[in-house]
C-alpha cells in the first residue's frame, strides 16, 4: 500500500465504477438497487453474486466472497493489490504516481531518508558482527555454542553482539559521519528523559532482522544475563523502513527454499528459526512472538500456500499460534499442525531429538482443520443428540470461514464422519447456512472469537450504508471499548479512517481488511436493513465493556473474600465503590 499514496488510490476508486470493472468478467443484470449474475468464484446456475455500484462493494451470497473492486481483481485475477492498482490504472487511463511538484518533493526526501536509514542499518550490522568475533564477543560466542548454534548458523543470519557500554554504537556511527538525529529516527539510539543520548542495545546478542529483498532493517536484541535489566529481548521501533506486521523473520533467507519445496514452516522465536535453519529440516519462518497479522500472511503467500505450524499442545487452541491458524485459514491458506512433546519449541525439541525426529513429526504434520476437529471432539460423548447437535453447532461456524468450497466439502465430510451423521446432512446444513443466512453464520466466527455481537453488526452495516453518522459515534469508542470484540479488527480499522469523507469511507475501510473481515462486511452489508441506529449500537458496546469491567471486580471481590475478608478489607470496600460508579454509568446508560 506504501507503494502509491492513498490520495491516488481513491482518485483511481473514483473512476473505476466497480459494476463496469466486473462486468467485463461477469455478465450482470440489475435488481433493485444492485445487480447480480453468476458468481466468477464457484460453480452455480442461479446468481447469488451481487454488486452495489453505489457503495463500491461486490459480495456473493452463495460463496461469501466479497470486497472492493481493487478485491475483485486480486481475487479474479490472482495478483497482488499493488498489481491491482497497476491494471485498474491502466484500464482508465490514469497515470500512476507521476507525483505532483511538492507531493514529489515529499517523496524524494522520504525516500533519501529511508536510504540513509537503510546505510545506517547496514553499518550497525557490520560493527555488531565485528564485535561478536571479537574479544568483547566472548561470552556471547559461548553462549551461542552453548545453545548449540553453529559458527556457520550465526554467520548466515548475521548475528552479531552489542557491547556492554553506553553509546560504543553511537560513537561508532557518529565517526562515520552519520548525524545523531538520523540515528534517533533510526531507533538505534534513544534520548533518555534526562538528555543523555544512548545505545538502544546495551550487552545483547543481536539478531538482524531483514526485508525479504535482503537489506537490514531492524534488530532483535536478546539479554545475555537474566539479572542485566530491560526485558528478555528488545526490538527495534516501528520506523520508516521497519513494520513489524508487515516483516517475517527469516524470509530473506528461506524464501527461494520456501518456493521449492512448496511450503513453509512457522515458529515463533528466533532461535526456532536457527535450529530449523541449522537442521536443515525444512525452511521456516518467524512470526517472532505475535499472531501473524494478514499483512505477513499476504507477504507469505508471495512464496506458497502452504505452511506448517507447531504447536505447543498445552497452549493449543489459544494464543498467538492458534490465532495465526485461523488467520492463515480465512487467507486461503493449507494450515497443518505438528503437536511436539509437552512445553516444546522447536529449538529444545531438535536439540534434543535432532533433526531427523523433527523431520519425522513435520512428515506426521495433520491438516489444522482435521486437528481442530479431533480436539473438539476429544472426550464428547457422541451417543447423546445434545452433544452431537452442540459439537455440529460449533464446528459449522468453522466451517462457513473455509474460503474454498473443495475444503469446505471434505471438512463436511470429515465432520459427518465424526459425528455419525449423513455426509449430504451436513453438506445441505453448510450449504443452507452458507445461503440463506451467511452472515450468522460467518459472524460466528472461530470458536475462540465468540460471536460477533448485534450491536457490532449493526454499526458494521452502518460504516457501508450510512458512514457519516457511524463515523460519527464510532468516535464515541475507547480503544478498550472494542477489547474482545469479534469485531475489533473491522472497528479499528474503521476508527483509524475518521475523517475520510463519508462516500469514500466503505471501499476505504475494504481495502484495508484482511480477505476474511472484508468478506465478513461485505455480507453484513449485503443484507437488506439495519437493525439499529449506529449511536444505540455504541451505547451498547460501552454498556458491554462496564459489563466486562463490572464482572471482572465481582470476580476479584469473590477472590478477597475467599481470602479472608478481614485481611482484605480495605481492597475489597475499594473494589465496591467502583463497582457502585460503573452499574451508576450502567443505568445511566439505559
Ligand atoms: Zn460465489
Redesign the pocket.
Known amino acids: 500500500m506504501a507503494l502509491f499514496p492513498q490520495q491516488f488510490i481513491d482518485d483511481l476508486r473514483l473512476q473505476a465504477n466497480i459494476a463496469q470493472v466486473i462486468q467485463e468478467y461477469v455478465p450482470l443484470k440489475r435488481a433493485g438497487s444492485t445487480l447480480k449474475g453468476l458468481?466468477?468464484?464457484?460453480g452455480?446456475k442461479t446468481p447469488?453474486?451481487h454488486v452495489n455500484p453505489d457503495k463500491g462493494f461486490f459480495h456473493?451470497?452463495?460463496?461469501?466472497?466479497g470486497g472492493d473492486v481493487f478485491k475483485f481483481l486480486e481475487l479474479h485475477e490472482k495478483i497482488p493489490f499493488p498489481d491491482a492498482v497497476r491494471l485498474l490504472a491502466q484500464k482508465y487511463g490514469m497515470a500512476l504516481p507521476e507525483m505532483s511538484d511538492s507531493d514529489a518533493g515529499d517523496a524524494r526526501r522520504d525516500s533519501a531518508l529511508r536510504e540513509a536509514l537503510l546505510k545506517v542499518h547496514e553499518v550497525a550490522a557490520a560493527y555488531f558482527r565485528e564485535q561478536l568475533s571479537g574479544a568483547a564477543g566472548l561470552r556471547a560466542r559461548q553462549q551461542l555454542k552453548a545453545r548449540d548454534v553453529s559458527p556457520g548458523t550465526a554467520e548466515a543470519l548475521g548475528l552479531g553482539y552489542a557491547p556492554q557500554s553506553r553509546d560504543a554504537l553511537k560513537t561508532h556511527l557518529i565517526a562515520q559521519g552519520f548525524s545523531e538525529s538520523l540515528l534517533l529516527q533510526s531507533g538505534l539510539i534513544l534520548r533518555r528523559d534526562s538528555g543523555e543520548v544512548i545505545d538502544r542495545f546495551r550487552h545483547r546478542l543481536i539478531v538482524p532482522i531483514c526485508r525479504d529483498t535482503g537489506p537490514v532493517v531492524a534488530f532483535g536484541g536478546r539479554q545475555m544475563d537474566p539479572d542485566q535489566g530491560g526485558p528478555k529481548y528488545l526490538n527495534s521501533p516501528e520506523t520508516p523502513i521497519y513494520s513489524k506486521g508487515r516483516t517475517l523473520y527469516g524470509l530473506n533467507v528461506t524464501k527461494s527454499q520456501i518456493r521449492q519445496t512448496g511450503f513453509a514452516v512457522l515458529v515463533e522465536g528466533y532461535f526456532d528459526f536457527a535450529q530449523v535453519l541449522q537442521s536443515q529440516a525444512a525452511p521456516a519462518v518467524a512470526s517472532c512472538g505475535t499472531a501473524l497479522t494478514p499483512a505477513q500472511a499476504q507477504l507469505l503467500h508471495r512464496f506458497t500456500s502452504k505452511v506448517v505450524l507447531s504447536f505447543d499442545p498445552d497452549a493449543a487452541g489459544q494464543g498467538a499460534a492458534a490465532r495465526s491458524c485461523e488467520m492463515l485459514v480465512a487467507e486461503g491458506f493449507d494450515v497443518n499442525v505438528v503437536v511436539l512433546d509437552k512445553g516444546a519449541d522447536p529449538d529444545t525439541f531438535i536439540r534434543q531429538h535432532g533433526s531427523e525426529a523433527y523431520r519425522e513429526r513435520l512428515r506426521n504434520s495433520r491438516p489444522y482443520l482435521e486437528y481442530l476437529l479431533d480436539r473438539a471432539a476429544t472426550g464428547r460423548d457422541f451417543g447423546r443428540d445434545d452433544t452431537r447437535r452442540q459439537f455440529l453447532e460449533e464446528m459449522l461456524t468453522v466451517a462457513a470461514r473455509i474460503p474454498d468450497a473443495t475444503a469446505r466439502d471434505q471438512f463436511a465430510d470429515r465432520l459427518a464422519h465424526k459425528a455419525r451423521v449423513a455426509e449430504d446432512v451436513i453438506r445441505a446444513e453448510i450449504r443452507k447456512a452458507a445461503v440463506q443466512k451467511r452472515t450468522t453464520i460467518t459472524a460466528r466466527e472461530l470458536p475462540s472469537f465468540g460471536p460477533l455481537k448485534q450491536a457490532e453488526k449493526a454499526l458494521i452495516w452502518g460504516l457501508i450504508h450510512n458512514a457519516g453518522d457511524a463515523t460519527e459515534a464510532l468516535a464515541e469508542l475507547d480503544e478498550v471499548d472494542l477489547d474482545g470484540l469479534a469485531g475489533r479488527d473491522i472497528l479499528e480499522a474503521a476508527r483509524s479512517l475518521l475523517g475520510t469523507r463519508p462516500d469514500l469511507l466503505p471501499s476505504a475501510l475494504l481495502q484495508r481488511l484482511s480477505t476474511g473481515n472484508a468478506q465478513l462486511v461485505t455480507s453484513i452489508a449485503a443484507s437488506a436493513t439495519a437493525s439499529a441506529p449506529a449511536a444505540d449500537c455504541v451505547r451498547a458496546l460501552k454498556r458491554l465493556r462496564w459489563e466486562r469491567e463490572r464482572a471482572d471486580i465481582q470476580r476479584e471481590i469473590d477472590r478477597l473474600q475467599q481470602l479472608g475478608a478481614s485481611q482484605h478489607g480495605n481492597e475489597i470496600d475499594d473494589l465496591w465503590q467502583r463497582k457502585k460508579e460503573l452499574m451508576h454509568r450502567i443505568e445511566e446508560l439505559t
Not at 60 to 65: K, P
Request: one cysteine or more; a negative charge.
Open positions: 458468481c466468477p468464484f464457484h452455480e447469488s453474486f456473493c451470497f452463495g460463496c461469501g466472497v
